[in-house]
């Protein structure tokens, strides 16, 4: 099985900076790109940046300039560094990995999520 673990989420002030992580674990030969998600209240899950194996990225325009993605490939992790945040940022982040386990096919997997509240 695999598992993703976030951390790094809570409460910030607007123009204040989060770095989240994300860390996958359990049966992986290997991971393909890697992501995160968020979801405000009564907002549909929307991508907020992707981070492909070779290294490039893709952000989302809502974010470009002030988030940045990064993955240490060694430690099958995956990081979002969040700078002047504003509160239409406030959602749980959920990170995305399409993993390829040993003999198997690659498949989708979420994490639990992590809150980012942002307010004065």
């Known amino acids: 099985q695999v598992q993703l673990v976030e951390s790094g989420g809570g409460l910030v002030q607007p123009g204040g900076s989060l770095r989240l992580s994300c860390a996958a674990s359990?049966?992986?030969?290997?991971?393909?790109?890697m992501g995160w998600y968020r979801q405000a209240p009564g907002k549909q899950r929307e991508l907020v940046a992707v981070?492909?194996?070779?290294?490039?990225?893709n952000h989302a325009d809502s974010v470009k300039g002030r988030f940045t993605i990064s993955r240490d490939n060694a430690k099958n992790s995956v990081y979002l560094q969040m700078n002047s945040l504003k509160p239409e940022d406030t959602a749980v982040y959920y990170c995305?990995?399409?993993?390829?386990?040993?003999?198997?096919?690659?498949?989708?997997?979420w994490g639990k999520g992590t809150l980012v509240t942002v307010s004065s």
């Open positions: 995305n990995a399409h993993i390829l386990p040993p003999g198997g096919t690659v498949m989708n997997y």
């Open positions: 359990g049966s992986i030969f290997s991971i393909n790109h």
């Open positions: 981070i492909f194996s070779g290294g490039s990225t």
